[in-house]
Structures are given as structure tokens and as C-alpha cells.
């Protein structure tokens, strides 16, 4: 069974301060790792995908297979980065492509 | 560019009542996934289609039900309503033929808010 944990629910940081979003996952396979982002009334919205490998809006994450994370980093915190941020997993296995969520951490980020 | 449309967005229903949500895919996507999100919780996969057929299931209860169409728009009803089944509806679409980046990446609409009193 595929399974995605993001240990913290609420991470509260400085504007300019560093930023690092955890996600766990457990899958017996090679995955492909995602993070999306929902800002407060919006829709979710695909922030990164492991496997392109590309820094959006001044975040990245990078697939560590042996500590099984794909943790999300920025080094300075933007005020306008404050939403709900989920870790998402979608196994090689899946015939329908679907995607497992992780819990959400919600980023605030003061001014 | 065209987004994945939900109809409606906001529905107030009692228990026992019955529920239909609507989902239009982007334009030349032809798989659509369901999701429900209930309060302070992730989203949970439903079940999906692809070119009309059920392609995979997830924690979706035997009241509810769901098809794909022939323009490939997708309906979730929902039967038996109850009390817990008051969440966030997302649907999501992708397509297997971009041949870019991008293929199989999941396109998700604003979601439907159901409220089941």
C-alpha cells in the first residue's frame, strides 16, 4: 500500500526566514513524488513534480529514495507562500494514475 | 487557458437526500478523477475514469456512484446522503497524450462544497 505522511499540520515561520515542508512516503516501487499547493479559496494547483526536477516560485524538492522523503525547501519565506501544501504520490503501478495525498501542512509565513 | 469546471459549487442538501456533481475536463483530456476532501483532512481519491470506463476505485461508498460521458464530462451521484459525507468534492483531469512533461499531470477544478444537514 502507498502511504504519504507530512508530519507537521501547522509550520509558522518569518517572512525571510528558511523554509522546509516534510514528507514522508511508503511505497515498494519507484514513485513519482508531487507537491501541490492550495492558496486560502483556490483550487489545488501542481507546485512540483519530482521528476523535472525545477524550482517554481523559489521552491524545491529533492527525491531522497533511501530516507524514502521528498521534502519541500525555499530559502526565504514569502509572505504571499502562506497556503496549504500537500505532498502527493502516485505509484508506477497505477493503472488509473490516481494520487495519494498526504495530511497538508499549512504554511504562514509573518510579516 | 480553459480549467476544469465544477458544477455547482456550493450545495446545501438534508439526509437522505440525493446529490449530483458535475465535472468538465479541460479540453482533449480524456480521464477524470474524483476526490473528497472532508474538513481539515487531505483530499481522498474516489474512483476515475478514462475514455468513458471506470479505470480505478478508491474509498468511494456503494451510495455514490459515478460515469464519464461521451464529451467526456463526468457526474458523481450520490445517494443516502449523510451527515459525514459534508466535504470538499474535487474533480481533476489529465490526458495520456501530451508527450510532454505534462502528460498524466492532474488538472484539479475549484471543487464542489457539499453540506449535508
Known amino acids: 500500500a502507498q502511504r504519504v505522511t507530512q508530519p507537521e499540520k501547522l509550520l509558522s515561520v518569518f517572512k525571510g526566514a528558511p523554509v522546509e515542508l516534510k514528507c514522508n512516503y511508503s511505497?515498494?516501487?519507484?514513485?513519482?513524488l508531487f507537491w501541490y499547493v492550495q492558496y486560502s479559496r483556490q483550487r489545488l494547483q501542481l507546485l512540483l513534480r519530482h521528476i523535472s526536477r525545477e524550482s517554481i516560485k523559489g521552491f524545491t524538492a529533492d527525491l531522497n529514495k533511501g530516507e524514502t522523503s521528498f521534502h519541500l525547501k525555499k530559502p526565504f519565506a514569502q509572505e504571499e507562500d502562506s497556503a496549504m501544501y500537500y505532498c502527493a504520490l502516485r505509484g508506477e503501478y497505477n493503472a488509473g494514475n490516481m494520487l495519494t495525498f498526504g495530511g497538508g501542512t499549512r504554511l504562514m509565513v509573518k510579516p | 487557458a480553459a480549467g476544469v469546471i465544477q458544477s455547482p459549487r456550493h450545495l446545501i442538501k438534508e439526509k437522505r437526500e440525493t446529490a449530483t456533481l458535475k465535472c468538465y475536463p479541460i479540453p482533449r483530456h480524456d480521464t477524470v478523477y474524483w476526490y473528497q476532501q472532508g474538513p481539515g483532512q487531505d483530499p481522498q481519491f474516489l474512483i476515475s475514469?478514462?475514455?468513458?470506463?471506470?479505470?480505478d476505485k478508491g474509498s468511494i461508498p456503494d451510495r455514490f456512484s459515478a460515469q464519464q460521458f461521451s464529451d467526456y464530462h463526468s457526474e458523481l451521484n450520490m445517494s443516502s446522503l449523510e451527515l459525514g459525507d459534508s466535504a470538499l468534492y474535487f474533480c481533476?483531469?489529465?490526458?495520456?497524450?501530451?508527450?510532454?512533461?505534462?502528460?498524466?499531470?492532474?488538472?484539479f477544478g475549484p471543487g464542489t462544497r457539499l453540506t449535508v444537514t
Open positions: 475514469f478514462y475514455e468513458k470506463m471506470q479505470s
Open positions: 481533476a483531469s489529465s490526458s495520456p497524450y501530451l508527450g510532454t512533461s505534462e502528460t498524466y499531470e492532474q488538472y
Open positions: 511505497y515498494s516501487g519507484s514513485p513519482e
